[in-house]
């Protein structure tokens, strides 16, 4: 009787030592794809994001919104194509940033906040183009390690080109050395430059992909031999 009264004592100590061990249920995994197109041409916004759970990607099966998905606070338009499932929309509207979704995770009672910030790319002028001297660029902005441009040409037999310039870097002037032209006749050409951001992060059972994408306007010019 004196060790149970002891071994009674101890437990209350103890507290939950002295108890079957019990342990809150792990939230099942989300995954969520979001993407951003700006084309400063038409002033059009499209956004578009993508949801599914489960316990690993390649099993994880669509996830729906009862009660909705937002970008930029107002509700994307719920869309399904055999076994996808997204929420877009595609707005004409001035590029700001940061640009944000906001939507709630099962099993919880606030919402979830996703934000992406690039800054746009409004003006470039090239100044030199010659297959034998390089491509020369006035252009002002910033690149962070996530971030990247992507020239696309196209040339006199309508054939596209691409050159692609990765961050971390800030830039008033981007030269294309003629190595990097050696496929490129002379001629006249058109180009328009993509500036891109992909971000990659995990959110508590959130893992998501941002890919954020500015299409500038298309300039005609000529390069020479």
Do not use: W
């Amino acid at each position: 009787m004196y060790r149970f009264l002891l071994l009674f004592v101890y437990c209350l100590v103890c507290g939950v030592a002295c108890s079957p061990t019990s342990s809150e249920p792990e939230a099942t995994p989300v995954f969520a794809d979001f993407y951003v197109r700006y084309l400063a041409d038409a002033q059009q916004l499209r956004a578009q994001a993508k949801f599914k759970t489960g316990d690993s990607l390649a099993v994880a099966q669509p996830l729906p919104f009862p009660r909705g998905v937002a970008f930029q606070g107002s509700n994307l338009q719920e869309k399904s194509l055999a076994s996808v499932l997204r929420y877009e929309s595609s707005r004409t509207l001035a590029y700001t940033t940061p640009l944000r979704f906001t939507f709630q995770l099962p099993e919880q009672t606030e919402q979830t906040t996703i934000e992406v910030d690039m800054v746009g790319l409004d003006t470039f002028t090239i100044t030199q183009a010659s297959v034998q001297d390089g491509l020369r660029l006035e252009i002002n902005t910033e690149l962070k390690d996530s971030e990247s441009l992507v020239l696309f040409f196209t040339n006199p037999d309508g054939e596209a080109r691409t050159i692609i310039r990765q961050g971390p870097s800030r830039l008033k002037q981007l030269f294309i050395a003629p190595d990097a032209l050696v496929h490129f006749v002379p001629g006249d050409y058109r180009m328009y430059i993509v500036k891109r951001q992909l971000v990659e992060e995990q959110q508590g059972e959130l893992s998501y992909q941002a890919i954020v994408e500015y299409y500038t306007k298309e300039v005609a010019f000529a390069i020479e031999q």
